[in-house]
């Protein structure tokens, strides 16, 4: 052991006699985590060195799961293109919307920033609203826009939408867009709301003179904890993409166009029930996902 590691495991053990009642009172709270968060982790990792195909014991194959995964599985490398270009639109842009809708309701009168904030808050609960977007963008002169296109005569055939492989995805990453203010939405509101109003007078007298400013110097550095957690979210939340997918494209779409990494692992391990393949592509997500949110971290965290 490093004389850094022991150090801190010497820190940690004072830290924990020092705060006992503390420690007691998380106690509850850490055995919950580690036995539906760590232990399902930790046996998922195990799970995807094997064939199991729930019928049968598994089988320990080593790294054939991998090799299979980055070699051999043309649909999983299609699906991570489609996962990254959809993480990279939807995430900036609807973490960006959070936080501006957030601000422009923060400063209206509490009973219609209420209004307001049920109202934007909804799509993102209403999971039947799918099919509004299928009847919307539906292929045929039945569609909603189809049929004011036709009407218009600015097109003579039907557009599929959700057929042709390269609409499908744009109009995906468009309806995430639109469900997108959801829990990192509220918490910036939170944030809003819990900073001290003196800040902004202290603010004024040295200087500050118009609401940008505030912004960038009291409303930003005041948030940074709502603002990592909302950057946590939203990257787990765009990676994990696949209910909008399946239902508006389908489970494969067409060409594989608006396939992502989530709905390649549910393919393997609820269709073709390969669980410990599915298991390899759930591990990759998460060691993905985990080193993307460590990046965003560390561009947010608290700078002298």
Known sequence: M?????????????????????????????????????????????MSFTYYNIIQPPRFIGWENYRKLFFDDDVFMISVKNTLVFSVITGPLSYVACFLFAWLLNDLNP??????TLLLYVPSLSSNVLYIWKYIFSGDSYGLINGWLLKLGLIDTPLLFLKDPTMMLGVIIFVQLWMSLGTSFLTFIAGLQSIDRSHYESGAIDGIRNRWQELWYITLPEMKPQLMFGAILQITSTFAVSDISANLAGNPSPLYAAHTVSLHMMDYGTTRYEMGYALAIAVVLFLFTLVVTKIIMRLLQEKD
């Open 111 to 116: 009973k219609v920033r209420s209004v307001m």
């Open 2 to 46: 490093s004389a850094k590691a022991k150090k801190q495991r010497i820190g940690l053990i004072a830290d924990i006699r020092n705060n006992k009642i503390s420690y007691l009172l998380m106690t509850p709270y850490l055995l919950l985590f580690i036995i539906f968060i760590i232990i399902p982790v930790v046996i998922s990792v195990i």
